[in-house]
């Protein structure tokens, strides 16, 4: 296998080229990179030499020997038969999937059967490594990521031991090297679930009131800083991996060369400071910090080009108050605010991505060593200051705002949340990452955001991002759990959080850091119900870690982004910037009638489902749902054909909500209550299948309980988006949870593979810009139609609202609106209220449906083009359950002229028509889970991601509407 080498060349100063000239031939310069945008040390010919024709010297090069490019064998001293070729980056459970050894750990009930590789120790051994050379001045070993614990050993010699599987790890082994006859690298990884329960059990450790601990298989994963649903969480199996799970390196430095091994920049507007607007006619900060190993020489000096993405220079030159010491070099410079234009999000205007590339220049001019990133210049900063005077006098409720603000205008936040996209991040490729995105972009989303308790997000993730437009709220990894705050555990966080924060803060998709997931709405609000006495010593606990440990690193590596230590929370009670660590958190500390902070939904009642009384009225909704099962053909990748009903064991024990709470293998009881949640749900809304044929049966029920969940996130989501023009201005809807991590029952919208669930669907077509929806308050029977909008400028529409019955006929109702209504910036207008009796009058509820129509005229925020929106929704008077479907008559056919599938209803209204195609396929149609009229035909589109069948797909397309739950 080639050997991955880089080297960075030095070359002496030119001195005299023109501005202009530089300008022209800067564009070659950046072309000649080898590894264009990213982050990396590049082999590069200098503008000097490109000018004086000159080759010019080497100085010295260094070495990078890339660790996956060399063999590797795994071992257990736990098992003395097992020896497998293993590899970089990579983890165990992947390593022996591939050697046979083990089965897909994501089969059937393989989370149980697979506990004994997390219970072992296992070690990645090397092949000698004969190619690093003599001659260098220095030998470095770098790990981008260790899962987790390790004792790392070369030639024979203790190097190192880790146990933090977020931070970078290097080592000089120089020395060692020098006297090494036999080259060999071995990772001896402990198991992390032995690990946390001897940590637990140390004298003396911190212990935690009953449950504040969310325990879900393994226990103990708050004492660790390793992935947190690794140890098991109610979406996801619990594997506990163990390996190199990142990139590594062997660097050999000469005596002048560095090696980069991260690079912060921080693009901030004049005078800005976390968690405020800040001016927006300021001229923009650009700070670049890089940090190195190596010996930097004395007087060395930072220079950067900016150029467009064409490689066009646009600003070049110096960096000013350069500092730095033995570890990193930082310096800043002022960047016009007209020398550059904005990044904005999707739909929000163009995502304007710049490169910078910064070099490390010596005192006699030569080049050191360069980087580059791609960047973006704006500003998103979580505003949560007091309601003023001008929003009191727009409606708006006393508080504190808490809503993302991008270069300056507030906005909607439209999204979902995301988890580890599959419980072995090596196998998460760019292409995988791609598709989800794309989905994200596709269904109208404009937010993720990155749940902690999984692990920080790839680079390659964060590029997708800023090229699509989507904002990516961060979390540090922690959630559902306190954590320890002994000084050992504090400083371990400390590296890994001035590492990640590096790492990132360059892109302009980065939106915001929380602290964790659900620790003051949850985690102090166990301890105030179980231990009261003692919430005093935990909320102490919990400022020292999230506030006073975390927000200075924070905060001292990055002006431009926002933080609050809990994801869920009523935001921040006060401000002090003089303060190394300016937040007070507001806590209970409620003004009553006043709104605050971000919230939190789940209600597994059914009942309550479509009754919006019992949803929360915050600012922001950053996580609601529940769950559903997954299609039939996921199942099939997962669980053997007999185990193809809705309650087989395996599908049940599959089904994590509610968590064992423990490693039992034999969670019937709890699984089996999320299970009923889902039966009882569909029962309660819908017409129930009940076919004859078994896997008809199944595929009906797990499609049905989708429809509900879908149903339910679309009633919430309008009550939400409403809430831009209620008192509570609300401006952010997240629902849980965009994807799943395996094939099981759980509040995703995209299942394992890429197929769409009927939610993410729905909630493309309730987060479009401009929606009419109908509310229905189930107890006082009052009835309103609204029409939303969160485009940034006035928009007038025509709404038409028109009653049938459910063979399609017309009825005589005379809220028969045609309206002109006027709908304001991120605002809305009710345009019917009523009590629902006396609208329908003498009319049978369970054969009266509405269809809301609305067309609007507008522009896209920093669009000059005018669109038009439409949007519709059915409203339906009685529960479907018991209303009076009729047979639909759908026809489907397929044309190979224009790739589209038409879907037609010929005797009746069809609700939830659904497209279904089969298995060794994914793709998205253009619309999904809507509903027809009789005799109205749907042309619908499709992009298709991934194809085993060779086209045939299509022929095995079928259709389906609700009705179909009523055949045997
Ligand atoms: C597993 O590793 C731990 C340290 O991580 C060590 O204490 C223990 O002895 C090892 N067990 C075996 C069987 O090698
Ligand atoms: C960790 O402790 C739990 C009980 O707290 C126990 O069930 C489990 O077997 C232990 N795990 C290991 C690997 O020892
Ligand atoms: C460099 O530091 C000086 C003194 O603190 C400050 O006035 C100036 O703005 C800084 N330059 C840049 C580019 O930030
Ligand atoms: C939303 O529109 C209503 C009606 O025009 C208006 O009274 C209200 O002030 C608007 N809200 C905001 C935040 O602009």
């Known amino acids: 296998m080639a050997k991955y080498l880089r080297a960075s060349m030095r070359w002496p100063l030119y001195l005299g080229a023109s501005a202009s000239l530089l300008a022209l031939l800067l564009s070659d310069l950046l072309s000649l990179a080898v590894e264009s945008t990213r982050s990396s040390i590049l082999i590069r010919r200098s503008l000097q030499e490109i000018l004086t024709g000159l080759p010019a010297p080497i100085a010295c090069a260094q070495q990078v020997l890339d660790l996956s490019s060399i063999s590797w064998t795994i071992t257990s001293p736990n098992f003395s038969n097992i020896s497998v070729p293993g590899a970089i980056p990579s983890q165990v459970h992947i390593d022996l999937y591939s050697a046979n050894v083990i089965d897909d750990p994501l089969f059937g009930l393989n989370d149980f059967n697979l506990r004994w590789i997390a219970d072992s120790n296992w070690t990645y051994t090397s092949a000698p490594i004969f190619t690093l050379k003599d001659g260098f001045s220095s030998t470095w070993l770098i790990f981008n990521g260790l899962d987790t614990f390790t004792s790392i050993d070369f030639c024979g010699h203790h190097i190192a031991s880790t146990n933090n599987q977020f931070r970078q790890y290097y080592f000089e082994i120089s020395e060692i090297l020098t006297s090494c006859n036999y080259p060999v690298l071995s990772i001896k990884f402990g198991s992390a679930t032995v690990i946390a329960n001897a940590t637990a059990a140390i004298p003396g450790q911190e212990t935690w009131p009953w449950r504040v601990e969310g325990l879900f298989e393994f ?192 906005f909607y936040a439209k999204g979902s949340n995301f988890i580890p996209p599959d419980p072995f991040w090596p196998t998460v490729t760019e292409s995988r990452i791609r598709q989800l995105l794309e989905a994200v972009k596709d269904g109208n989303q404009n937010m993720l955001r990155v749940w902690s308790s999984g692990a920080y997000s790839p680079n390659f993730m964060f590029d997708l991002a800023d090229e699509m437009g989507i904002l990516l709220w961060t979390e540090f990894e922690f959630g559902d759990a306190l954590y320890p705050v002994d000084q050992a555990f504090l400083d371990n966080v400390k590296e890994e959080v001035a590492y990640q924060v590096r790492r990132v803060n360059h892109h302009p998709s980065l939106a915001f850091w929380a602290g964790g997931n659900e620790l003051e709405n949850l985690e102090l609000a166990i301890v105030n119900l179980t231990a009261p006495d003692e919430l005093g010593r935990y909320v102490a ?33 006060s401000l002090n910037f003089s303060l190394p660590q300016p937040i007070t958190e507001r806590y209970n500390n409620l003004t009553p009638g006043s709104i605050y902070g971000v919230t939190d939904h789940y209600d597994y009642d059914s009942v309550h489902s479509f009754n919006y009384s019992t949803y929360p009225i915050g600012r922001f909704a950053n996580e609601f749902g529940y769950h559903s099962m997954p299609s039939l ?12 009903h809705f309650n087989s064991s395996v599908i049940t024990l599959r089904n994590h909500h509610y968590p064992a709470g423990g490693l039992f293998t034999d969670n019937y009881v709890n699984a089996s209550k999320g299970m009923g949640e889902m039966t009882i749900a569909a029962q309660r809304w819908y017409p129930t299948p009940n076919k004859a044929e078994s896997l008809a049966n199944f595929s009906a029920w797990c499609h049905t309980t989708q429809i509900f969940q879908a149903d339910y996130y679309k009633s919430q989501i309008q009550f939400y988006r409403r809430g831009s023009a209620m008192p509570e201005r609300q401006l952010g809807s997240l629902y849980w949870q965009l994807e799943d991590q395996w094939q099981a029952p759980t509040w995703a919208g995209i299942e394992y593979d890429g197929r769409w669930k009927v939610l993410h669907y729905v909630a493309k077509d309730i987060y479009q810009p401009v929606i009419v929806a109908p509310f229905l308050d189930v107890t006082t029977h009052d009835f309103e139609v609204w029409v939303v909008s969160d485009l940034w400028s006035t928009i007038s529409a025509s709404v038409k609202l028109t009653w049938y019955d459910w063979s399609g006929n017309r009825l005589n109702i005379s809220a028969h609106v045609l309206a002109d209504i006027v709908v304001g910036p991120i605002n809305g207008t009710r345009l019917l209220s009523g009590k629902l009796d006396e609208i329908i009058s003498s009319y049978d509820p369970s054969n009266v449906l509405l269809v809301s129509e609305v067309t609007a005229q507008g522009s896209l925020p920093n669009s000059k083009e005018t669109e038009t929106f439409n949007h519709i929704n059915w409203f339906h008077a ?25 879907v037609v209803a010929t005797t009746g209204v069809a609700a939830w028509v659904w497209l279904d195609y089969p298995a060794g396929v994914v793709l998205n149609f253009d619309s999904n889970a809507f509903w027809l009229l009789p005799g109205e035909e749907r042309e619908i589109g499709y992009r298709v991601k991934s194809d085993t069948t060779d086209g045939k797909w299509v022929d095995d397309v079928v259709v389906r509407s609700l009705y179909d739950n009523m055949l045997p």
Do not use: C, M
């Open 541 to 573: 606990e919990y400022e020292t870690l999230f506030l006073d440990t975390i927000v200075p690193i924070l905060f001292g590596n990055t002006r431009s982004i926002s933080y609050s230590p809990s994801s869920t929370s009523n935001g921040w009670l």
């Open 219 to 410: 226990p103990n994963r708050h004492l660790i800083r390793k992935e947190q649903n690794d140890f098991g969480w109610d979406w996801g199996p619990a594997f506990a991996p163990a390996g190199p799970w990142q990139p590594a390196y062997i660097v050999q430095l000469g005596p002048d060369d560095i090696y980069i091994r991260n690079t912060l920049v921080d693009i901030y507007r004049e005078g800005q400071l976390n968690l405020l607007p800040p001016d927006q006619s300021r001229d923009w900060v650009l700070n670049a910090s890089i940090d190195y190993i190596g010996n930097l020489p004395y007087g060395t000096s930072l220079e950067y080009v900016l150029a467009d993405t064409n490689n066009i220079a646009v600003l070049s030159g110096t960096l000013q108050n350069v500092t730095s010491d033995n570890a990193s070099i930082t310096g800043e410079v002022i960047i016009p605010n007209d020398a550059v234009d904005l990044w904005w999000p999707t739909s929000l205007g163009p995502q304007t991505l710049y490169s910078l590339t910064l070099k490390i220049v010596s005192i006699d001019g030569s080049i050191i060593s360069s980087t580059s990133k791609r960047i973006g210049f704006r500003t998103i900063v979580l505003n949560a200051l007091p309601i003023n005077q001008e929003q009191l006098s727009q409606g708006i409720a006393p508080g504190n705002n808490w809503h993302f603000e991008i270069n300056g205008h507030e």
């Open 878 to 902: 009685e529960r479907l359950s018991k209303a009076k479907l009729v047979n639909p008559g759908l026809q489907l056919t397929h044309s190979h002229v224009t790739s589209k599938f038409t």
């Open 633 to 644: 053909q996921s199942w099939q990748q997962a669980v053997d054909s007999s185990d193809l």
